[in-house]
Structures are given as C-alpha cells and as structure tokens.
T-cell receptor, first 113, second 113 residues
Framework: EAQVTQNPRYLITVTGKKLTVTCSQN?????MSWYRQDPGLGLRQIYY???????DKGDVPEGYKVSRKEKRNFPLILESPSPNQTSLYFC????????????FGQGTRLTVV | QQPVQSPQAVILREGEDAVINCSSS?????VHWYRQKHGEAPVFLMI?????EQKGHEKISASFNEKKQQSSLYLTASQLSYSGTYFC??????????????FGKGTKLTVNP
C-alpha cells in the first residue's frame, strides 16, 4: 500500500531536549515536505526536499532542521524545542511538478512543555 | 503569501450545495484542493492547472480563473461524509510545484442530517 509513515504519532517533550520526527514514503517520490498545522493558520511549510541531499526552506523554517540522505526518508529535527513549536506536524511526498498530488502522513502531535 | 479562502465556515443540511473560494495575490500555475477530517491527514481532491487541465475525483468539481488567480470548489448534493476542513494549496508561477504548495487557512464544512 502506498503510504507516508510518520513516527511518533504523539510526543510530549521538555524545552531544549532534542528530538527527531521520522518520515518515510514507499512510493519512490522525489519530493518531500514538512508542514506544521496550527489552529486558524492552516498548513505552513517548514522545509522541502526535491531529491537526495537537496533541501530548501519553506515559510517557517526557524528552529527546525531536515536531512535527506535517502530518497524514502525525510526526518525533521528540533535541536532545542520551545513551547511555540507545539503543533501538529505533517510530512508529505509527491512526484513533484504541478500535476501531481501530495500524499500526507498521519501527522505527529508534538507538545513542548 | 497564503491564499485567502472564503467562507471560513459553512453549515449545510444533507443535499444542499456549497461553494468554497480560494484567492491568491500571485499569478498561479496550479491550485490543489484537499479535505481534512478531524484528527486525520489531508486527502487529495483535485488539481487544476494553468491551461485548463484538471485531475481529481469524479464527484468533485472545481474551477480555476487564471486571470483572477481564483479557484472555486463546488460541492453539490452534499453528504454527511463531506464534512471536514477544505484547504486550497497554490503553486505560484515560477515558484515550484506540488513540493512547494502554499495552503490557505481552510474552510470548515459541516453537513447535518
């Protein structure tokens, strides 16, 4: 089954403790993205990647890092999480270009206390 | 810059129709529509491309006015399963494709029996 898998689904952590949210896709997609979703603000892009070792900032990249060492994986790293990073995070993948839809993971609900 | 969606929320009775609008301040190459049910990932509905090409579910219809940078999603004879939050995602000209979508804040649709 074609899917994007995120882990963990839920995470509660403390300020400053480094964490990684994993994202993996099995569709051989070249393009992958991270979004955060906050009430009333919709989905805002954090980072995206167009291929292995090629990443770029989205609209809200501050406080986040990503890496793309393999085509299927695109982890999101919070090196020093703060409470304002409490949010619902989605990973997405697509073939890229304009005519291809994005497939979203199930989401990771992160709470930073 | 995020596209503007209207209305922010709409309540329908089963069988009624609704139109959700999406407006951008930038010239667009494509518009994507997604539906998200509470606690779930956004799910693809439709893509509308510059030049008139469309891709998506047969039971969903939408329009894309390239000159006005506007798109509308038409939900006819609504069913209870249509309830959820609808997001438009836009790909401005020259700024990438599905890997760099900019999403609106969403329109919450509630369909009652």
């Amino acid at each position: 089954e074609a899917q994007v898998t995120q882990n963990p689904r839920y995470l509660i952590t403390v300020t400053g403790k480094k964490l990684t949210v994993t994202c993996s896709q099995n569709m051989n997609h070249e393009y992958m993205s991270w979004y955060r979703q906050d009430p009333g603000l919709g989905l805002r892009q954090i980072y995206y990647s167009m291929n292995v070792e090629v990443t770029d900032k989205g609209d809200v990249p501050e406080g986040y890092k990503v890496s793309r060492k393999e085509k299927r994986n695109f982890p999101l790293i919070l090196e020093s999480p703060s409470p304002n990073q409490t949010s619902l995070y989605f990973c997405a993948s697509s073939l890229g270009g304009h005519g291809d839809e994005a497939f979203f993971g199930q989401g990771t609900r992160l709470t930073v206390v | 810059q995020q596209p503007v969606q209207s209305p922010q929320a709409v309540i329908l009775r089963e069988g009624e129709d609704a139109v959700i609008n999406c407006s951008s301040s930038k010239a667009l190459y494509s518009v994507h529509w997604y539906r998200q049910k509470h606690g779930e990932a956004p799910v693809f509905l439709m893509i509308l491309l510059k030049g008139g090409e469309q891709k998506g579910h047969e039971k969903i219809s939408a329009s894309f006015n390239e000159k006005k940078q506007q798109s509308s999603l038409y939900l006819t004879a609504s069913q209870l399963s249509y309830s959820g939050t609808y997001f438009c995602g836009t790909a401005p000209l020259g700024e990438g494709g599905s890997e760099k979508l900019v999403f609106g804040k969403g329109t919450k649709l509630t369909v009652n029996p």
